[in-house]
């Protein structure tokens, strides 16, 4: 796998922790504790955790990467809640895209992304779930790119969302655990978040080479990992 792909997720991981030390450092956290996060989210209880949810089932639903909304939600409640809150938004905004196209842009989309959705449509086709896991675990790709061919492609909707939501709970985890240690334990914390998503990283490849049954997800993707091909 090309050093690339996994250098890129640290320096997401390392542009977010500084974005939220800049945050804390400026004052800002203070201010906005005194206005809209303050009064929407941050000990807001039940309502500001319903609102960051769906806040990120929105953001997510129209591709914003989930990695920062995890981190977010590390910093907003911690490492264990924060990553059950923005997985359960994630999930929702893979639901939610997954359906719009189905439902509402099926047409349109398959003359758009003919290829993409054959390709994605051959590589889910057989095994479903076990596949929609393994795309979730790659270091590369576009989250909204694949719900979208997902919707319109011929995969049952159950497996595919069911297989996501195990898929996306190891960045999701690494990303809250980045994100809670803008607060806590900063060093430990933000350096596991590291050392954890190059593990993932590599897992995810490693399996996506051990179990693709010589199907192509993505040119683009095998380029990315170092794939030449079946």
């Given at each position: 796998?090309?050093?690339?792909?996994?250098?890129?997720?640290v320096?997401?991981?390392?542009?977010l922790v500084?974005?939220?030390?800049l945050?804390?450092?400026?004052?800002?956290?203070t201010a906005?504790d005194?206005?809209?996060?303050?009064a929407?989210?941050?000990g807001?209880?039940?309502a500001?955790?319903?609102?960051?949810?769906?806040?990120?089932?929105?953001?997510?639903?129209?591709?914003?990467?989930?990695?920062?909304?995890?981190?977010?939600?590390g910093?907003?409640?911690?490492?264990?809640?924060?990553?059950?809150?923005a997985?359960?938004?994630?999930?929702?905004?893979?639901?939610?895209?997954?359906?719009?196209?189905?439902?509402?842009?099926?047409a349109p989309?398959?003359?758009?992304?003919?290829?993409?959705?054959?390709?994605?449509?051959?590589?889910?086709?057989?095994?479903?779930f076990?596949?929609s896991?393994?795309?979730?675990m790659?270091?590369?790709?576009?989250?909204?790119a694949?719900?979208?061919?997902?919707?319109?492609?011929?995969?049952?909707?159950?497996?595919?969302?069911?297989?996501?939501a195990?898929?996306?709970?190891p960045?999701?985890?690494?990303?809250?655990?980045?994100?809670?240690?803008?607060?806590?334990?900063?060093?430990l914390?933000?350096?596991?978040s590291?050392?954890?998503?190059?593990?993932?990283?590599?897992?995810g490849?490693?399996?996506?080479?051990r179990?693709?049954?010589?199907?192509?997800?993505?040119?683009?993707?095998?380029k990315?990992?170092?794939?030449?091909?079946?």
């Amino acid at each position: 796998m090309r050093t690339g792909v996994l250098l890129r997720g640290v320096v997401m991981i390392a542009s977010l922790v500084l974005l939220g030390y800049l945050f804390k450092a400026s004052g800002l956290d203070t201010a906005l504790d005194e206005g809209w996060i303050e009064a929407n989210i941050m000990g807001q209880g039940l309502a500001g955790e319903l609102l960051f949810v769906a806040v990120v089932t929105l953001i997510t639903g129209v591709g914003l990467p989930r990695q920062v909304t995890a981190f977010l939600g590390g910093y907003a409640f911690g490492l264990w809640w924060g990553t059950v809150l923005a997985l359960a938004g994630t999930v929702l905004g893979c639901i939610g895209a997954f359906y719009y196209a189905r439902i509402l842009a099926r047409a349109p989309l398959q003359r758009r992304f003919s290829g993409r959705v054959r390709r994605l449509d051959d590589f889910l086709h057989d095994h479903a779930f076990s596949m929609s896991l393994l795309i979730r675990m790659l270091p590369v790709g576009s989250n909204i790119a694949t719900n979208l061919a997902a919707g319109v492609s011929s995969v049952r909707g159950r497996y595919f969302i069911a297989g996501s939501a195990i898929g996306y709970l190891p960045q999701t985890l690494i990303f809250a655990l980045a994100g809670s240690g803008v607060a806590v334990d900063p060093a430990l914390r933000i350096s596991l978040s590291v050392i954890l998503f190059v593990l993932s990283g590599l897992l995810g490849v490693y399996l996506y080479r051990r179990f693709r049954h010589g199907k192509s997800l993505d040119a683009e993707i095998d380029k990315e990992i170092g794939e030449n091909g079946a």
